[in-house]
């Protein structure tokens, strides 16, 4: 399936964000390299992954190349892609995507708030047990995961995230609670992801 004009657009924001921290543009050789990606079938969620993952590894080198381009990304997305099929093939437990339906528009058609709605979905599907030692750093990541995805949704709201930040604040106020107090802060946290769950009808149920 070809890529949409969103997706290609979202690969150039993170393109421009990693490779030069400004806008940019993709050059000749990067979409000829996105449209080998495009008929392998290779998603876009996996090509962003792979992407983050060349350029979060190139930031701990001591002398990264300075020339960078979209094929020096093959490897990493060459393992993605094989993550992702054996994420498959491990059965209807982590359809990471399901739900993402019900998700309104226009932030149901917004590759990048699909993929962290994904990558959060797995984390919840590979939560250990609460006496593994590795809980609590999985239960971090996965709440890191939740918040990415929240964040998308309140930028997509636009200045509609005004008026019901202004609602939550006065509902907590009249439940007497101290602005900037632990539990404002839990408080909030909670109601807002709710009131951003009602606005685009995201399933965070059980979250």
């Given at each position: 399936?070809?890529?949409?004009?969103?997706?290609?657009?979202?690969?150039?924001?993170?393109?421009?964000?990693?490779?030069?921290?400004?806008?940019?543009?993709?050059?000749?050789?990067?979409?000829?390299?996105?449209?080998?990606?495009?008929?392998?079938?290779?998603?876009?969620?996996?090509?962003?992954?792979?992407?983050?993952?060349?350029?979060?590894?190139?930031?701990k080198r001591d002398k990264p190349r300075t020339f960078v381009a979209l094929k020096h990304l093959d490897r990493d997305v060459a393992k993605a892609v094989k993550l992702r099929e054996a994420l498959l093939r491990a059965g209807p437990a982590l359809d990471?995507?399901?739900?993402?339906?019900?998700?309104?528009?226009?932030?149901?058609?917004?590759?990048?708030?699909?993929?962290?709605?994904?990558?959060?979905?797995?984390?919840?599907?590979?939560?250990?047990?609460?006496?593994?030692?590795?809980?609590?750093?999985?239960?971090?990541?996965?709440?890191?995961?939740?918040?990415?995805?929240?964040?998308?949704?309140?930028?997509?709201?636009?200045?509609?995230?005004?008026?019901?930040?202004?609602?939550?604040?006065?509902?907590?106020?009249?439940?007497?609670?101290?602005?900037?107090?632990?539990?404002?802060?839990?408080?909030?946290?909670?109601?807002?992801?709710?009131?951003?769950?009602?606005?685009?009808?995201?399933?965070?149920?059980?979250?």
């Amino acid at each position: 399936m070809p890529y949409s004009s969103e997706e290609k657009d979202w690969l150039e924001r993170e393109w421009a964000f990693r490779a030069w921290g400004r806008a940019g543009l993709l050059s000749t050789d990067d979409y000829r390299q996105v449209l080998a990606w495009e008929a392998e079938a290779v998603p876009m969620e996996v090509v962003v992954s792979a992407l983050n993952a060349f350029f979060d590894r190139r930031e701990k080198r001591d002398k990264p190349r300075t020339f960078v381009a979209l094929k020096h990304l093959d490897r990493d997305v060459a393992k993605a892609v094989k993550l992702r099929e054996a994420l498959l093939r491990a059965g209807p437990a982590l359809d990471a995507g399901r739900g993402w339906e019900q998700v309104q528009a226009p932030l149901r058609g917004d590759p990048a708030a699909k993929a962290a709605f994904e990558a959060w979905q797995r984390l919840r599907a590979a939560a250990p047990s609460p006496e593994s030692a590795g809980y609590l750093d999985h239960h971090d990541r996965e709440r890191e995961a939740r918040a990415a995805l929240l964040a998308l949704a309140e930028a997509t709201l636009g200045p509609a995230a005004e008026a019901l930040r202004t609602e939550l604040r006065q509902r907590l106020e009249a439940a007497d609670m101290k602005e900037g107090s632990l539990v404002w802060k839990r408080a909030w946290t909670h109601h807002w992801a709710r009131q951003l769950a009602t606005a685009w009808g995201l399933p965070l149920e059980g979250s």
